[in-house]
């Protein structure tokens, strides 16, 4: 199992397209499933990858880490070799229901599932479930907001994305963003 991982690790390194990367992972089943409309970041291929489901419409940043094992008992049973921690290692799926987007820099811990409709914000770190329709930042991670609102609020142009082939964007939209941006950093008088 070790050499397959690595094997895939490899293979997923050599790709710079983040869709090659996807279709991959789906096409070799290295996930325990993989729904329609992914988009799988991660360059390397985590420990236990069949402990992980995507289900539809997910997008994991190429720099999250999502883990489904932590080796703290052994740790404890050093520190504390009277006591029965179990195993040296305690193994925990990981479920990103539909419509989920992980930012980048993000950790997801196992035993933990992200309800359909959610948003992780960069840099969190999931070590609990995040119900659905939520909003989750921070570290450890908590609800800050409801993924309708923010939909809500995205189409009223309260807040742009921009998204442009090959990440070219036009000058004339460069400059009239910067407008804005100092218009919004003016000084009161």
């Avoid at 539809?56 to 029965?84: A, Q």
């Avoid at 770190?125 to 939909?151: H, R």
């Avoid at 082939?165 to 004339?172: G, H, I, S």
Wanted: hydrophobic share 40%; with cysteine.
């Amino acid at each position: 199992m070790r050499r397959e991982r690595l094997k895939h690790s490899l293979r997923l390194l050599m790709m710079r397209s983040i869709r090659k990367r996807t279709r991959y992972m789906k096409e070799n089943k290295i996930l325990g499933a993989m729904g329609e409309n992914c988009v799988w970041g991660p360059w390397l291929v985590p420990l236990y990858p069949k402990l992980i489901k995507l289900h539809n419409n997910v997008r994991v940043h190429k720099s999250v880490t999502i883990s489904t094992h932590d080796v703290i008992n052994g740790f404890l049973k050093d520190c504390k070799p009277d006591y029965d921690f179990g195993g040296e290692e305690k193994i925990g799926c990981v479920e990103l229901m539909d419509n989920v987007y992980i930012g980048m820099n993000c950790v997801i811990m196992p035993d933990v599932r992200i309800g359909p409709n959610c948003i992780v914000t960069a840099g969190s770190v999931v070590t609990s479930d995040i119900p659905e329709n939520s909003i989750a930042s921070g570290n450890p991670a908590k609800v800050i907001g409801k993924f309708d609102m923010y939909l809500a609020l995205r189409r009223m142009g309260k807040n742009q994305m921009v998204a442009f082939k090959n990440q070219e964007l036009p000058d004339a939209l460069a400059e009239e963003q910067w407008v804005k941006f100092e218009k919004k950093h003016e000084p009161a008088e």
